[in-house]
């Protein structure tokens, strides 16, 4: 039975954080929009990143140094990058692709791509949030990352050149800098890089609740559904959901790593989308430790002050979408930050999680508008999906204006 979705103008399928800010940007610009998702809105990587936006990061998810650590990603279960070996035959294709992207030319298209959305996503953000009342959710306050061992300070300083040559504000600091900032950090550590065009979120979850409330104010109707297929036609679009056939006159997709099914089925490409599923520790009982985001450089992990306590993300697993969680990665979290501070961390009443970030090849994601503009796309974002979701959603609303510009070129499907 097919389900019209009356006086519907887009379906938006996925209610994480790319969703649901892509659905309030379509219903201010008066589009009736209705929101799909098997789950409730931010229940997916939404609900667990780092709440750091990351607008530092600017170079893709690897580079040709992935050679070298393969035989440990695929040896050492606790390893900050990890490789299941029972993956690893499916993920071939994908790492072959991975570093084909790594050749100099394609590398720096991707740093390209990557910098046109960060260097426009705190702005994206601080009016997004401001608009629906709620810009104390948000703090731009710099983040820190720090480094402990004497042969990491050429690293370091190697770094720093590179993120200058590429537009990034960043301050080199001594170890007295980073005593004063962050006073209850080891008086140890000998210093690091501060990034103060950067930010965080105090509650990640909550950013994705109030948007979608705002949303719905906007006129969005949610709709607890999976989709898991549809085909274009002359109507529009058919969705295959648990509710049956639902018919819209658009689609937009953008359910993270769940989105290469739906995206091949509409427009008939197969996208090359794999996920890093991405660990956090939630501690509640660490409140005041940092007064913004830091980063261990030889630990390879995030430490970001919330509203309720401190939470630690990193390491990234390819192990796909089935395999069931691995929550030791998570507790390892707990492990790296010994030593950090003056006192270690209480991990009492700390709970773990697993979510999936969507991943390409070339680390940019896929922002586009194909089969006649029936089918929006706008997902594969890495770990840069929180940082990128504000400026995505503007994009978007673009593209349903049928207004895409030369700069959106790096992002559309048809690059695979």
């Known amino acids: 039975m ?12 996925g209610a994480g954080i790319v969703g649901v800010a892509c659905a309030l940007q379509l219903a201010r610009q008066g589009r009736r929009v209705v929101l799909v998702d098997r789950d409730e809105p931010g229940q997916g990587a939404s609900y667990g990143n780092a709440g750091h936006l ?70 994206a953000w601080r009016r997004l949030l401001e608009s629906i009342g ?89 709709l607890r559904a999976e989709v898991d297929g549809g085909q274009v036609n002359a109507a529009g679009v058919s969705l295959a959901s648990s509710l049956g056939m639902l018919q819209a006159r658009q689609v937009l997709v953008s359910c993270g790593a769940h989105s290469a099914r739906l995206a091949a089925a509409l427009t008939g490409k197969r996208v090359p989308l794999d996920t890093e599923r991405g660990y956090h520790l939630m501690l509640p009982g660490e409140h005041q430790r940092l007064p913004f985001a830091v980063t261990s450089l030889e630990r390879k992990f995030i430490m970001t002050p919330m509203a309720d306590g401190l939470r630690l993300a990193g390491t990234v697993e390819f192990a796909g979408l089935n395999a069931p969680p691995s929550m030791q990665r998570a507790w390892q979290l707990h492990r790296l930050s010994e030593g950090l501070f003056r006192d270690d961390l209480n991990a009492e009443g700390a ?3 697993m979510g999936f970030r969507p991943s390409l090849p070339d680390s940019l994601p896929v922002i586009d508008r194909v089969c006649d503009g029936r089918v929006l796309l706008a997902f594969g974002h890495q770990h840069l999906g929180l940082t990128q979701a504000a400026v995505t959603a503007q994009w978007v609303g673009r593209l349903a204006e049928q207004a895409g510009g030369p700069e959106m070129q790096a992002y559309r499907l048809d690059r695979f």
């Not at 097919?2 to 399928?13: E, S």
């Not at 990890?82 to 991707?110: E, H, I, V």
């Open 351 to 353: 709970t773990p999680w």
């Open 134 to 222: 709620r810009s104390a959710l948000f703090k731009e306050d710099g983040s820190l990352l720090v480094f402990e061992k004497p042969e990491s300070r050429q690293v370091l300083e190697a770094l720093r050149v590179r993120m200058q040559q590429q537009d990034v504000a960043v301050d080199l600091w001594s170890a007295d800098n980073v005593r004063e900032a962050a006073p209850q950090l080891n008086p140890a550590l000998l210093g690091g890089l501060f990034f103060p065009a950067t930010g965080h979120f105090i509650d990640p979850y909550r950013v994705v609740r109030e948007l979608f409330e705002a949303a719905r104010a906007s006129g969005v109707r949610f």
């Open 54 to 123: 990351a607008t530092e990061q600017v170079f893709p998810i690897a580079d040709l140094s992935i050679l070298k650590r393969l035989p440990r990603m695929l040896l050492d279960p606790m390893g900050p990058l990890r490789l299941d070996w029972k993956y690893l035959p499916k993920a071939m294709p994908w790492f072959a692709r991975l570093l084909l992207n790594l050749r100099p030319a394609p590398f720096q298209r991707s740093v390209a791509g990557i910098r046109a959305l960060n260097e426009g996503s705190l702005g």
């Open 2 to 13: 097919v389900q019209a979705l009356q006086d519907t103008d887009i379906a938006v399928v």
